[in-house]
């Protein structure tokens, strides 16, 4: 951004705070305004998450920050600010009072957006002295990490907006019509209430509930939305062979929300309509496929927080995982799986950083075999890796199942040297090699030093096993 520009922010609160850091984190200058006295502290702390978070998401250098500032009163605030963003209490006496002290003292040019979950615009602009100055741009907590904005106002300054945002990496819908609620609450509130009658009716209790969501829809919703995952379960006949196979359940009394549309062919035609041009242009087994690549690519990245559908996952993992290997008088198998989808890059064969991830887990599985699991570790004892020599030696690909047979070179006091061979499964041919040094270290000093008791006793006894074989034939190459 060439030009620096100025945000202030109105109420620091959690919507606020979280306004101020996606702002600030795209380079723009930030000042807020909020008469509680902890109000500094708040808008620190939500900022402290939003830059150990936001950065993350981006695979390029990130903008500058810009500069924070706490305003001594709502007119120092807005003054020269460029967007003005409302994050005060949901009162609508409160609201205009706000909104008449903002426009007393800022530009006529200015952005001036409302947090507001359920107010119209017609409401927040009562009395305004520039009404079309005013409009709703509702976001969704945290405000620095999820995109979606929803902008309801008049058309020429919400074109305006949908620019600022573009820049700021937000997705900015224009709701065509004024309504309470806007869009999304409508869908959450009709959600939670039908939860709360769950929950009364004595059906389900709330970690039920969620579960029904994190595991189930909640997670096709993510990447689909609503219509594109119910075009997928009409089969090749698409939304409107849905409508017609689930439509008249609508009027059976499946919920407490009973007030529904009539299914008219004309409101059958204009949902297939707008689904097809949203999605006509694949076929019902391309979008499984890309459905099913985002799921996978969705609940993998679940497994390393352990979270939700992830800790799932690796509970199965651990289930199925074969044992450790116990003769250790030849090479042996530390690692078979299958190549998954977001370990693929733009070449259409596995990105090199994934060999890495391959080779650190087939290490992995022979400091278990040596005892430095994770008890060891908490200990306060460890292994890293401190060199790699990977060989790439032919393409592979999606869905391959390879396994990588792993043999010890060294395995002496602090150093533990290991060679890998990562196979094709299906025809046995080698794909990657990887010479690994191990040094054996204290976390408590980060230094180097001696493998204690069973630990020691394990390492030395396949060192000296694994001394007596040749080297392997592709080392030797």
């Known amino acids: ?27 723009w200058d930030v000042v807020v305004s909020d008469p509680d006295p902890e109000a500094e502290r708040k808008v620190g702390e939500v900022l402290a998450n939003a830059r150990r978070s936001l950065p993350a998401l981006s695979d390029v250098s ?27 209490p949901e009162r609508l006496d409160i609201k205009h009072k706000v909104f008449a002290d903002i426009q007393s003292h800022c530009r006529a040019d200015a952005l001036i957006g409302s947090s507001t979950s359920g107010f119209k615009p017609s409401e927040l602009q009562q009395g305004a002295a520039r009404p079309e100055q005013i409009f709703v741009a509702h976001p969704f907590n945290p405000v620095y990490l999820l995109p979606v904005i929803e902008l309801v106002g008049v058309e020429a300054t919400l074109l305006r907006a949908r620019d600022v945002l573009d820049g700021i990496g937000m997705k900015p819908l ?4 004024e309504i309470d609620a806007h869009i ?25 509930i969620d579960d029904v969501i994190r595991f189930g829809f909640g997670m096709r919703w993510a990447q689909m939305g609503l219509f594109e995952t119910y075009r997928i379960a009409g089969g090749e006949a698409g939304m409107r062979h849905f409508i017609a196979q689930f439509g008249p359940c609508l009027s059976w009394p499946w919920t407490k929300l009973m007030d ?8 059958t035609d204009m949902i297939a309509g707008q689904s097809d041009a949203q999605s006509g242009m694949h076929s019902i087994r391309e979008l499984e496929r890309i459905r099913d690549d985002n799921l996978v690519a969705m609940m993998r990245a679940l497994k390393g927080r352990n979270w939700g559908a992830g800790e799932l996952l690796n509970a ?18 530390t690692l078979s799986r299958v190549i998954p989808i977001d370990w693929m890059d733009y070449n259409g064969h596995m990105n090199e950083s994934r060999y890495g991830q391959v080779f650190s887990d087939a290490g992995d599985v022979v400091m278990q075999m040596v005892g430095a699991d994770p008890d060891y570790i908490a200990g306060g004892l460890s292994y890293f890796t401190v060199s790699n020599e990977i060989g790439y030696l032919s393409e592979t690909h999606l869905g391959d199942v390879i396994h990588v047979r792993t043999q010890v070179l060294e395995a002496r006091g602090k150093k533990l040297r290991l060679y890998h061979e990562m196979i094709r499964t299906g025809d046995d041919e080698l794909l990657a090699t990887c010479n690994q040094l191990l040094l054996h270290v204290s976390l408590e000093t980060r230094r180097t030093c001696e493998p204690e008791g069973e630990v020691l006793a394990k390492i030395t006894a396949l060192g000296e096993a694994q001394s007596k074989l040749p080297k392997p034939a592709s080392m030797r190459d």
Request: hydrophobic residues 45%; glycine residues 8%; proline residues 6%.
């Open 174 to 177: 224009i709701v065509r019509k």
């Open 260 to 267: 529904v549309p009539e299914l008219t062919d004309e409101l």
């Open 184 to 208: 999304a609450d409508r869908f959450l509130e009709a959600v939670w209430r039908e939860a709360l009658w769950l929950i009364k009716d004595g059906i389900a209790t709330t970690q039920e």
């Open 316 to 333: 199965q993992d651990a289930r199925i995982k074969p044992p450790l290997p116990t003769t250790i008088d030849q090479p042996f198998t």
């Open 62 to 88: 990130v903008p500058k920050e810009g500069r924070l500032s706490f305003a001594a009163s709502l007119a120092e605030a807005v003054a020269d600010a460029d967007w003005i963003q409302e994050s005060a």
């Open 1 to 27: 951004m060439s030009e620096i520009k100025t945000a202030a922010i109105i109420g620091g609160g959690v919507i606020g705070g979280g306004w101020a850091a996606r702002f600030l984190l795209n380079g």
